[in-house]
């Protein structure tokens, strides 16, 4: 069966320190991985998502970035955090499955989260 | 754009009572929705799917309908229990393959 970790669970960092949160998949081979984030009582924002290998697509513009050394491991980095940096960082996985004509199913499942609180 | 929104922000139901949480959509060309439940300080989990071809799907307690007419969908549970006490999100996989998620209805089961 698949699972997905993430680690640290709970991060607290000072304002214009590095950040490096890694996430792994195993089970599953050329997954779909995603980074999110989810601010207090918010829905969820996406703010990476890879296809593969070496694969990063930004969603927003952010003094984030993510990197895929492995095709399971997926990492979200900052070189110098902002106070709204704080959040819960979710990272997911996804293998799509091809639907009817163009259409595809993308079934995400998610990693247990970690705390980011920059002070 | 494509956008998910949820009608009420938070619902409180007496446990033994059913439990209907709605979501509407603005892409008509959108094909799958899931709704995931995320309990506190935890990682969202996939409760249920629909395809754009049903209009109902049951799982285990839980029934989605889906409403492609008015672009809506929503989340029954049936006999609502105080673990069901969660947040829960409506997401749409859209056409470009990455879901986008609605906003969330906080559920609270009082006892």
């Known amino acids: 069966s698949q699972t997905i970790h993430q680690w640290p669970a709970t991060l607290v960092q000072p304002v214009g320190s590095p950040l490096s949160l890694e996430c792994t998949v195993e089970g599953t081979s050329n997954p779909n991985l995603y980074w999110y984030r989810q601010a207090a009582g918010r829905g969820l924002q996406l703010l990476f998502y890879s296809v593969g290998i070496g694969q990063i697509s930004s969603e927003v513009p952010q003094n984030l970035s993510a990197s895929r050394p492995q095709d399971r491991q997926f990492i979200l980095s900052s070189k110098k955090l902002l106070l709204s940096d704080s959040g819960f960082y979710l990272c997911a996985w996804s293998v799509i499955r091809a639907g009817q004509g163009a259409s595809s199913y993308n079934e995400q499942f998610f990693g247990p989260g970690t705390r980011l609180t920059v002070l | 754009g494509e956008s998910v929104g949820l009608h009420l922000p938070t619902l409180s139901v007496q446990e033994g009572d059913n439990s209907i949480i709605n979501c509407a959509y603005s892409n008509s060309a959108s094909d799958y929705f899931i709704w995931y439940k995320q309990e506190s300080g935890k990682g969202p989990q996939f409760i249920i799917d629909?395809?754009?071809?049903?209009d109902k799907r049951q799982g285990q307690r839980v029934t989605v309908l889906l409403n492609k007419t008015v672009k809506h969908l929503s989340l029954q549970i049936a006999a609502t229990q105080p673990g069901d006490s969660a947040v829960y999100f409506c997401a749409d996989g859209g056409s470009q393959g990455n879901l986008i998620f609605g906003k969330g209805t906080k559920l609270s089961v009082k006892p």
């Open positions: 629909i395809r754009s071809n049903m």
